[in-house]
């Protein structure tokens, strides 16, 4: 225990500028933990994780790090066993010099230092982490394929050999110990993987689990053909899914809770041939926090400066654009928060939330009692809105009710499903909204795809070959090489050459030209033609451009921006 000194409260109180009364209830409440008091600061909303951890790390001269944003290296944390790792509250993180750095609630006891120093075989450096990050990261990290494949040879599977087990029998074996840890264990492998969705696939002799890592499905496990009932059936109860039904498709959604905090999870079935496939979204990450912030966005400034001149805006529609998985959502609540203050009212319309924010009032669609997006739509606008987030516009009803809103004093913010942002300005058109209606309310429309960003550690500069230069650059031969680069793989990246994604954009802003032009009906060549002499640039220009920092490939830019003139 971290003893709770009158000075590490005094720093709090000035930095949180805690008033007396809470302030006292929390200190009888840590019973002189200086971690727990931290720890009630955080929970009540008075500081951030970052600025209490910093607070208690100086108290013990030593560094905090956040555990939710550091990266591990596996063969480090393997070093140190399970047990160890438990009965000292610690987790090692990556090596550094000649000392690896480890993860400690107590980073001054020097008898654990040393115990951990002989697992290691090598000096530890001890930074300060809290306890249920530390115990997050232990779960996670310590999950294996093997581990999986261990829990499944303790699960009896002679009930589902024959494939008749009652609905009884079901029941039952769904909360069964065994089987709640084999769902929860591919649930953290996933999670150490930074997996952005599960696919549970049944085939003819095997179940296949597959994650999507980085945008690309990845095979991770091969279970018994045996286990796609119950597992399926364990997945579907958490998810408040009907688990005598097995013909139909469902739709629920899960909480997964880890020490350090709870992931919501989409969960999809579908009947299949060998039975039920299942896929899950993981809402969010335990080690990848959303960053709801436009200037951590990785969006050029030639394109964060106009969407940031047209969010202050009063009132129109701003469309964020791109295939499903691009980021929208994070990009959408970014954009709110750059706006949102005390003087104004912002209200979500979402199918699900996906991030629970406490200054927006956030309202999820069920449209089995009715509450589909154009019937919350009109309740919302009778509520004296500033700012309206509609989480897509799927039907002309909805696009008419978003559009008359914009006209009448309200800034919405929604997403299309649209290959470009020059598509978006004919797609109400095309839904039935009137050109009336639509021309005036659309002030600008973003669109944005995700592509694999390079990895920072095995990176290397290449030579162009001269046709790429030639397909997609003015480069003349004889010209200077402009630099690129490659990922050559390493232990850090899983041999792929890429950690992670990085936004590319295009953004439209509709001036007084284009909105002429969408009223004169001219077509698609013509508003892009009229954009692009007003200085607007495709989605490969910026693609390119971080390809030429080092930030991804060109390949991968070309991938990602593909349309069908590229096929034709």
Aim: charged residues 25%.
């Amino acid at each position: 225990m971290i003893e709770l000194t009158s000075s590490l409260i005094e720093r709090f109180k000035e930095k949180a500028q805690l008033p007396p009364v809470p302030l006292q209830a929390i200190i009888k409440s840590a019973q002189n933990d200086a971690v727990e008091f931290a720890q009630l600061i955080i929970q009540e909303g008075y500081l951030d994780r970052d600025s209490a951890g910093e607070l208690v790390a100086a108290e013990l001269n030593r560094t905090y790090v956040n555990l939710s944003k550091s990266l591990f290296q596996q063969n480090i944390v393997s070093k140190l066993p399970l047990d160890a790792a438990q009965s000292h509250s610690a987790i090692p993180l990556y090596h550094f010099g000649d000392a690896i750095t480890v993860g400690m609630v107590s980073p001054n006891d020097q008898k654990a230092v040393k115990e951990l120093e002989g697992f290691l075989m090598t000096t530890v450096s001890p930074v300060f982490c809290f306890l249920d990050e530390i115990e997050s990261a232990i779960k996670v990290n310590y999950q294996t394929s093997q581990t999986v494949d261990d829990l499944i040879l303790d699960f009896d599977l002679k009930p589902f050999l024959s494939g008749q087990v009652s609905e009884t029998q079901l029941a039952e074996l769904v909360e069964s110990k065994p089987l709640v840890k084999i769902a929860d264990s591919i649930i953290l492998l996933a999670l150490k993987e930074r997996a952005s969705d599960i696919h549970i696939e049944p085939k003819k002799n095997e179940v296949v689990v597959r994650f999507r890592i980085d945008g690309s499905l990845v095979d991770k496990l091969f279970l018994p053909e045996e286990m796609a009932l119950p597992l399926a059936s364990r997945y579907k109860i958490s998810a408040e899914m009907d688990i005598t039904e097995r013909r139909k498709p469902q739709d629920g959604r899960l909480n997964f809770e880890l020490p350090m905090k709870t992931l919501d999870l989409r969960i999809s079935s579908l009947p299949t041939l060998y039975g039920e496939k299942i896929v899950m979204r993981i809402l969010g990450s335990l080690y990848t926090n959303a960053i709801l912030n436009l200037d951590k966005l990785d969006i050029s400034p030639e394109i964060l400066r106009p969407l940031k001149s047209t969010l202050k805006q009063p009132q129109g529609i701003l469309f964020v654009t791109g295939p499903t998985g691009s980021g929208k959502s994070t990009t959408l609540y970014a954009a709110l928060n750059f706006i949102s203050s005390p003087t104004i009212n912002i209200v979500t319309i979402e199918d699900p939330v996906e991030y629970d924010i406490p200054t927006f009032n956030q309202v999820m669609v069920n449209d089995k009692i009715g509450r589909s997006f154009q019937a919350i739509l009109r309740s919302v606008l009778r509520q004296d809105p500033d700012v309206v987030l509609v989480g897509e516009i799927r039907d002309t009803e909805t696009a008419r009710i978003a559009t008359q809103a914009a006209l009448t004093g309200h800034l919405v913010l929604t997403t299309l499903h649209t290959s470009d942002a020059i598509q978006a300005t004919t797609r109400l058109l095309e839904m039935g909204v009137e050109r009336f209606m639509v021309a005036p309310s659309i002030i600008g429309v973003l669109n944005q795809r995700l592509v694999k960003r390079l990895c920072e550690y095995c990176k290397v500069d290449i030579q162009p070959e001269e046709e790429t230069l030639r397909q997609y650059f003015f480069w003349e031969k004889g010209a200077p090489l402009p630099r690129l680069y490659k990922g050559e793989g390493c232990e850090r990246c899983g041999g792929t050459g890429y950690t992670g994604r990085i936004g590319i954009h295009e953004f439209l802003r509709i001036t007084p030209q284009i909105r002429e032009a969408i009223m004169a009906e001219k077509n698609y060549d013509d508003i892009l033609r009229l954009s692009i002499q007003q200085g607007f640039h495709t989605i490969r220009y910026d693609g390119f451009k971080k390809a030429l920092r080092g930030l991804t490939t060109i390949d991968e830019v070309v991938r990602a921006s593909a349309s069908e003139t590229d096929f034709a």
